[in-house]
RNA sequence: GGCCCGUUCGUCUAGGGGCUAGGACGUCACCCUCUCACGGUGAAAACAGGGGUUCAAUUCCCCUACGGGCUACCA
């Protein structure tokens, strides 16, 4: 490579919420132009007008950006959040270049690399249709390949409804050298004569992104497998115009626990849906680029620079990747319980009772449940019990395996008075009060488990809970206090 | 159907002609322990199959099988 700028692009259609895979390719080109000091580019790729979604521009940008995924050109979202572009090489929105890519077309059509087409959508089905039952290869026949120049013009001038399609080769190969794959052969006689302008005068994919991959000075290309077949005709393009090819790398696609392309179907495929249930965009970051990607080593946490510095082509693997959620989630809880407290509290808090008016309180709730979270939401199932009026202890076990009621009575009893008895700076410590109370059940003579268990059982009212420590820190004395004359008003019942 | 790509533990992967094939997630066991979680220790778990090449193949080549992508006036 010589040694002129990196600069890559991320080039989705707004066709609706930006798919998981598309992260990845975004991700990859971000990181690949970081850690050459380049560019990195949004392009939104808008030519087919019927798929069009409104707001999916700005839903695309928003998405990219909360991930750390901002484009340094082209499009991107202004402090408003208002769609604007930026950069040298615009537009950056397909649908207001259609000029510039009628003149390649006309281009191309003068230099005998392309031509127009008058065939109607329904000659064409008819024509695949007979294929189909004659169990031949579909494909356009080139009916209009060699129409007389002449003919050309005056349908034309009639106003004659037709499209351009690409005069490619009909004997030969084109090999495609491509970072991941290597060499890659294709026959030309397979590949069909692509449409490259439509008839409502809008490019098609083909043209588009060539003609603008080449404009804006792209220099690699980094996309999904899925477009490997049909960089032949990519190829073409840019040699017809002479132009000096873009390093190509395809992508191996993220898959479903079957195998099969990630789909909605099988789980949730929208970057946003992850992040609107918590998933912190560098557990999402660390997940993405290990999916397919690996820097080698034994490592599996990577901050978003240390990934851009560490980035390169060559180690993309080239078998398709299944999504696998249960080490997004250990990530997503590692990063939780790496955050600083401020930030960990303001991401919980949200999903703590509004009606709860001590804070302290409900921060002390968050802090004790932190390592047990996967998502931020999970917390209000956990805390339940802290926040209800009355507990429910039919249903527990308040004495300790076949210990007696009476005995679990004396033990409330007492913790009673030692709760009572915390001074101020103890009443908060979980360490403090767990040595106090161990300290004070050996000089009863007691047990741990027939003490703490029944404890235990009163401040929470479950079989599964934090140690009473930690209850009795996170309530405060008057809370606790309460909690447990709840569990003997039950018992004396 | 045709063309193209791929295949190391269940999953993400490291490795690469000679290794006890390494790590992580998940699973299981044990330890810690009043329960749960955390943490610690350990275990089970893979080179798709068949041919070559080679003193030696999981690694290189070929074939088969299986999986996937593409086969639009969608991207």
Request: with cysteine.
């Amino acid at each position: 490579m010589s040694d002129k700028r990196v600069r890559t692009r991320f080039a989705p259609s707004p066709t609706g919420f930006l798919h998981i895979g598309g992260v990845r390719t975004a991700l990859y080109a971000q990181l690949l132009a970081k850690k050459h000091g380049g560019i990195f580019l949004l392009r939104v790729e808008d030519t087919d007008q019927a798929r069009m979604v409104p707001g999916a521009v700005e839903n695309l940008c928003r998405t990219l950006q909360q991930l750390n995924i901002t484009p340094d050109e082209g499009v991107w979202l202004d402090e408003n959040g208002a769609v604007t572009e930026r950069g040298e090489h615009g537009p950056y929105t397909q649908s207001k270049r259609q000029a510039i890519h009628q003149k390649y077309a006309q281009e191309l059509v003068a230099m005998d690399k392309a031509y127009p087409c008058f065939c109607t959508a329904e000659r064409l089905e008819e024509l695949r249709q007979t294929q189909e039952i004659t169990k031949r290869p579909t494909g356009y026949d080139g009916h209009c390949r060699n129409l007389d120049k002449q003919e050309v013009q005056n349908r034309i001038a009639n106003g004659e409804k037709h499209v351009i399609r690409l005069k490619l080769p009909k004997e030969g190969s084109v090999t495609i050298n491509d970072v991941i794959r290597g060499d890659v052969i294709f026959d030309w006689k397979l590949i069909d004569d692509q449409v490259i302008i439509k008839s409502d005068g809008m490019a098609t994919y083909h043209l588009a992104s060539m003609a603008d991959d080449h404009d804006m000075a792209i220099t690699h290309v980094i996309r999904g497998e899925e477009w490997l077949s049909s960089a032949p005709k990519h190829v073409f393009i840019y040699e017809a115009f002479g132009w000096e090819l873009p390093v190509f790398a395809h992508l191996p696609l993220i898959l479903n626990q079957d195998k099969s392309k990630l789909s909605k179907r099988q789980g949730d495929v929208a970057a946003e849906d992850y992040l609107q249930k918590g998933y912190l965009p560098p557990a999402l970051i660390n997940f993405l680029a290990l999916l397919g990607w690996n820097p080698s080593g034994e490592r599996e946490i990577y901050s978003h620079d240390e990934l851009a510095e560490l980035f390169n082509l060559e180690k993309i693997n080239k078998a398709g990747a299944v999504f696998n959620l249960e080490k997004l989630n250990w990530l997503n809880n590692h990063y939780l319980r790496l955050l600083p407290d401020e930030e960990y509290l303001a991401l919980i808090n949200p999903h703590l009772p509004a009606a709860e008016q001590d804070l302290e309180f409900k921060n002390r709730i968050a802090l004790l449940f932190r390592e047990r979270l996967i998502l931020p939401s999970e917390i209000s199932v956990w805390s339940e019990f802290f926040f209800a009026d009355k507990l429910d202890y039919s249903a527990v076990k308040l004495n300790w395996k076949d210990h007696s009621t009476n005995e679990a009575i004396e033990r409330l009893k007492a913790a009673k008075t030692w709760i009572a008895e915390l001074t101020e700076e103890q009443e908060h410590d979980a360490g403090a009060i767990e040595t106090i109370i161990k300290d004070k059940i050996q000089t009863q003579g007691w047990g741990n488990g027939d003490t703490l268990w029944p404890l235990r059982v009163a401040l929470s009212g479950a079989e599964k809970s934090p140690s009473p420590f930690e209850l009795i820190a996170t309530y405060g004395p008057k809370r606790s206090l309460a909690r447990i004359d709840e569990a003997l008003a039950f018992l004396l019942k």
